[in-house]
Nanobody
Framework: QVQLVESGGGLVQPGGSLRLSCAAS????????MGWYRQVPGKERELVAT???????NYANSVKDRVTISKDDAKNTVYVQMNSLKPEDTAVYYC?????????????WGQGTLVTVSS
């Protein structure tokens, strides 16, 4: 079983930057892809960015010019650097991982970290 621990959320002013981190831990797993999604109360969870094991990235159109996703394979950690933040970026950000546990592919979500963009 893989667990995800997120960090880096908080309050930031409009135009500011924030970096979220998500570390995966467990035994006998191989990450195929990790990513970040976000959710605002009353709305569906939406993609922010994903990165595959080979390093291919995918970004939501709403953030692709302001967000960079990266990973550290040695630490099983994914990061998302968010710049030029806007009030509409306020949401709970969830980390996601798709992994192989030696028997089957599984997916797991983090507990979420709140990002508030406000002056």
């Amino acid at each position: 079983q893989v667990q995800l621990v997120e960090s880096g959320g908080g309050l930031v002013q409009p135009g500011g930057s924030l970096r979220l981190s998500c570390a995966a831990s467990g035994s006998r797993f191989s990450i195929n892809a990790m990513g970040w999604y976000r959710q605002v109360p009353g709305k569906e969870r939406e993609l922010v960015a994903t990165i595959t094991g080979s390093g291919s990235t995918n970004y939501a159109n709403s953030v692709k010019d302001r967000v960079t996703i990266s990973k550290d394979d040695a630490k099983n950690t994914v990061y998302v650097q968010m710049n030029s933040l806007k009030p509409e970026d306020t949401a709970v950000y969830y980390c996601y991982a798709f992994y192989w546990n030696g028997v089957q592919y599984r997916e797991v979500w983090g507990q979420g970290t709140l990002v508030t963009v406000s002056s």
